[in-house]
């Protein structure tokens, strides 16, 4: 299928040579995050909803749809973003399984309807909106990166109202976040139930967290073997190839 790109944009492969994406350098691309996000997430095999908050060019929702014939949603608010993500849902012709919406996640629990998703995922932004000065001068980027328009509260109470009972939310963000993100989640009934630590190389502080929790379930949190991306020679590690090509 032919799909138009625009600007820089450029088409690449999104980890299995079967999955394209629609990237720029100057608006979004895709990082290590977003595929650590979407093959850590619980998702229903056969059937079933699962909606995707914060979905950027739509990277995460795009793995998600391999792994699962549920329906999948993805929420983006830059329009830029959004529409990246609609084509790369055309341009792999997952237009049955897969829609974009483009709009604020705290407006989704009255758009699409509280309690209606067996999974949420989110890759939020990572740093607090503190100042102008702290922002990209690139908007998309800034927008991504801090809490502009929605704020890790925001975040997580969405997701708790779009669970259903006993569904599973799942994010991905720094570790110094950590507190906040487990008193938050408790705080809005989802109980934490996985937790893993990922690490650029041994040796080195974790930069990045995987968890997931459960819609009213009960307090069992499973502290999982940490994950060490790079060797000392640069090369991905054993394990981070497993949880990456399925190795």
């Not at 999955?19 to 691309?29: G, N, R, Y």
């Not at 967290?209 to 502290?223: C, Q, S, W």
Request: net charge neutral; hydrophobic share 40%; aromatic share 6%.
């Amino acid at each position: 299928m032919e799909i138009e790109l625009k600007d820089d944009e450029r088409l690449d492969y999104l980890v299995d040579p079967q999955l394209k994406i629609i990237q720029s350098p100057s608006v979004f691309s895709f990082s290590l995050d977003a595929v650590l996000l979407s093959r850590f997430a619980y998702v229903p095999i056969q059937k079933g909803n699962i909606i995707d908050l914060c979905a950027g060019n739509g990277a995460v929702g795009l793995l998600l749809s391999q792994r699962s014939k549920a329906h999948v949603t993805m929420v983006e608010i830059q329009k830029r973003l959004s529409d990246m993500a609609q084509r790369s849902v055309a341009l792999n012709g997952l237009e049955e399984q897969m829609k974009v919406v483009n709009g604020n996640i705290i407006d989704m629990p009255e758009l699409l309807g509280h309690g209606r998703f067996d999974t949420v995922t989110c890759n939020p932004p990572y740093f607090r909106a503190v100042n102008k000065r702290d922002y990209n001068e690139n908007e998309h980027l800034a927008i991504a990166r801090h809490e502009i328009y929605c704020t890790l509260e925001d975040v997580i109470s969405v997701s708790s109202q779009l669970l259903k009972q006993g569904g599973k939310a799942a994010f991905v963000h720094r570790p110094n976040r950590l507190m906040d993100i487990l008193a938050l989640m408790r705080k809005y009934r989802i109980e934490p139930k996985r937790l893993q630590l990922v690490y650029p190389k041994s040796g080195e502080e974790a930069n990045m967290l995987l968890v997931e929790g459960m819609k009213d379930g009960k307090p069992d949190l499973h502290l999982l073997p940490p994950l060490t991306v790079y060797k000392e020679n640069g090369e991905y590690t054993s394990e981070l190839k497993k949880v990456f090509y399925g190795q």
